[in-house]
């Protein structure tokens, strides 16, 4: 059970990496320079498609009270960190049940696309990441 979360993780990581940043060094070096993806983005949907949302990852969000604003904040402030994963990953859980399956695909076409998370969100839902951050809170 756990080889196979590992290999769906790696796999996961793998195609968001080539998804945003090319295969070859050159392209990769030039897609970095042109492309900010941050850490909540491209390590919570790494997260997400590796390991789905579960019970445990249920669990620790059922805990977290509105006055823990502190995890939310730092989960899309903050350089990546294994106590925020679950957070990140909650991002596009939201996001999957909100608005659909399909609509995460169009998300990270439009990020991939325009260059800028906060485009490819308003391009798709109409709305900052900002606003859906509120929602998502």
């Keep these: ?3 196979y979360r590992q290999v769906r993780m790696r796999t996961a990581d793998a195609i968001v990496r080539e998804l945003f ?3 070859n ?3 990769n070096f030039a897609s970095r320079t042109l ?3 941050p850490d909540w983005f491209s390590n919570g949907l790494m997260r997400y498609l590796g390991e789905g949302w ?3 990852d249920e669990a620790f969000m059922r805990g977290l009270s509105k006055e823990d604003e502190r995890y939310f904040s730092e989960a899309i ?3 990546y960190h294994p106590d925020l994963s679950v957070l ?3 991002i596009w859980y939201f996001l999957e049940r909100t608005y659909g399956r399909r609509r995460l695909g169009e998300v990270i076409y439009m990020t991939r696309l325009t260059r800028s998370v906060e485009s490819g969100f308003a391009t798709v839902r109409g709305a900052s990441s900002a606003a859906l951050t509120i929602r998502w809170i």
Aim: proline letters at 5%.
């Design 1 to 3: 059970r756990d080889f």
């Design 54 to 56: 579960n019970a445990p």
């Design 77 to 79: 402030s903050t350089r």
């Design 25 to 27: 060094l050159g392209a």
């Design 21 to 23: 940043y090319g295969g």
């Design 88 to 90: 990140h990953k909650s």
């Design 35 to 37: 492309l900010f993806v």
